[in-house]
């Protein structure tokens, strides 16, 4: 199965940054997109960057300028870079990969999957 396993996070005063990383794992698994979403308390989860193999990418639309996000294929990693944070920017942070499984080197099926999370407190 896949495996999300995140690092970074914590507490910051508003202003500051953080940066999020993750790895992806598993055999007979592609990692055609990574990227984190997030759950503010009280409120659902939601999308905050996606980065595809070939590198395009898609941010929410309130972190737009201010977090970047970067893979290294090679390695299955996926960095979220987050600057100018606000206390709105606190959430827990899952990491996420979708892709395919394969079965004996054909295509089996279509996967979704989130890390454990990690929590990014920013204080005001």
């Known amino acids: 199965q896949v495996q999300l396993v995140e690092s970074g996070g914590g507490l910051v005063q508003a202003g500051g940054s953080l940066r999020l990383s993750c790895t992806a794992s598993?055999?007979?698994?592609?990692?055609?997109?990574l990227g984190w979403y997030r759950q503010p308390p009280g409120k659902q989860r939601e999308l905050v960057a996606v980065?595809?193999?070939?590198?395009?990418?898609n941010y929410a639309a309130s972190v737009k300028g201010r977090f970047t996000i970067a893979r290294d294929n090679a390695k299955n990693t996926v960095d979220l870079q987050m600057n100018s944070l606000k206390p709105e920017d606190t959430a827990v942070y899952y990491c996420?990969?979708?892709?395919?499984?394969?079965?004996?080197?054909?295509?089996?099926?279509?996967?979704?999957?989130w890390g454990q999370g990690t929590q990014v407190t920013v204080s005001s």
């Open positions: 980065i595809d193999s070939d590198r395009p990418t």
């Open positions: 996420y990969a979708e892709g395919a499984h394969y079965s004996n080197g054909i295509f089996d099926r279509h996967y979704k999957w």
């Open positions: 598993g055999s007979s698994y592609s990692f055609d997109y």
